[in-house]
């Protein structure tokens, strides 16, 4: 439909993976796998941590929505992938595309403000832990929670708001699998420069502050591991936190690449791999870093099962 000498999208088509026709069978098999996965780790964790009274603690009320938000934050695009190399139908209506920025964007920061009070909560728990149970308090940890949902909310209305209001040209074809904003900022006609000032700004703090004081707090938790003697004490911190390391790792060090240290050979192929990483990986891989590396979560999965 034209309007004004200008064309209003009302849908986009997703150029996906760049994968060989004859090749599409088989990374077809391989999404679903890697999301069933993702759907049944992440429900097993969730399940367990309602159904065993011993994990009823703030660390694993955080990991409980953890695994809540990874559930979504792949069930917003890997759905919509594999339909579209099912049925070769690559488009997703204009209101649709907003949509699942907004859900990615909400369980995308979700997952970044979650890892920095877990990170919050290990430091309490290993340099305070005769305060741990009276500042770490239940009630504390709720509100902590619902307040992180009410600012994911809130932010990712903000930026898709903002997206909602500009103009799009003849160019309707993302090269990407999911609705990126970058990529839709590209096909705009009229002036970004106040999304992408909001970008710059509020983007930043939310990606670098809370890496900065997840840093923070492994700092002070590793000075004081060093005043601890005890070779079992010092194994017993690093077994605890090195779950959350790990997840912090995955998640941060493919966000890092990605936006922070661009480069300027970074091709479409190299930045749809990459986003793929935080997207699939990650989400798939938490439920058994955690499983694995957390003694309490082997129990409480005996204790349920038998």
């Known amino acids: ?78 759905p919509e992938l594999l339909y579209n190399m099912q049925s070769q139908d690559t488009s997703i209506s204009y209101v649709g595309c907003l949509t699942q ?16 009070v877990m990170a919050y909560d290990r430091y309490m728990a290993i340099c305070f832990p005769l305060h741990y149970m009276n500042i770490m308090s239940p009630k504390l940890c709720v509100c902590m929670v619902v307040l992180l949902w009410a600012l994911t909310v809130l932010y990712s209305m903000l930026h898709t708001l903002l997206l909602a ?14 609705c990126d904003i970058s990529a839709l900022l590209k096909l705009a006609c009229s002036d970004i420069y106040i999304n992408e000032l909001m970008i710059f700004i509020l983007g930043g703090l939310v990606t670098v502050i809370p890496f900065l004081l997840i840093v923070v707090s492994y ?8 005043k601890v003697s005890s070779t079992q004490g010092i194994h017993k911190v690093f077994s605890t936190c090195g779950s959350h390391l790990s997840v912090v790792s995955l998640f941060y060090g493919t966000i890092i690449g990605l936006y922070l240290c661009p480069s300027a050979n970074n091709s479409t192929v190299k930045k749809i791999a990459m986003a793929m990483m935080y997207t699939v990986v990650t989400p798939m891989l938490n439920p058994f870093i955690y499983s694995l590396r957390n003694r309490d979560i082997k129990d409480a999965l005996i204790r349920v099962v038998f």
């Open 219 to 226: 700092v002070q938790i590793v000075s004081s591991i060093l």
């Open 165 to 178: 209001r500009l103009s799009f040209c003849d160019d309707n074809m993302i090269p990407h699998f999911f």
């Open 1 to 78: 439909m034209v309007m004004n000498n200008q064309t209003v999208i009302t849908q986009f088509f997703l150029l996906g993976l760049p994968i060989p026709p004859e090749h599409q069978h088989l990374f077809y098999a391989l999404f679903l796998a890697m999301y069933l996965t993702t759907v049944l780790g992440n429900l097993i964790i969730i399940i367990l941590i309602i159904l065993d009274s011993h994990l009823h603690t703030p660390m694993y009320l955080f990991l409980s929505n953890l695994s809540f938000s990874d559930l979504c934050f792949s069930s917003v695009t890997m």
């Open 101 to 116: 920025l907004y859900f990615f964007m909400v369980f995308a920061d979700m997952e970044n403000f979650l890892l920095v």
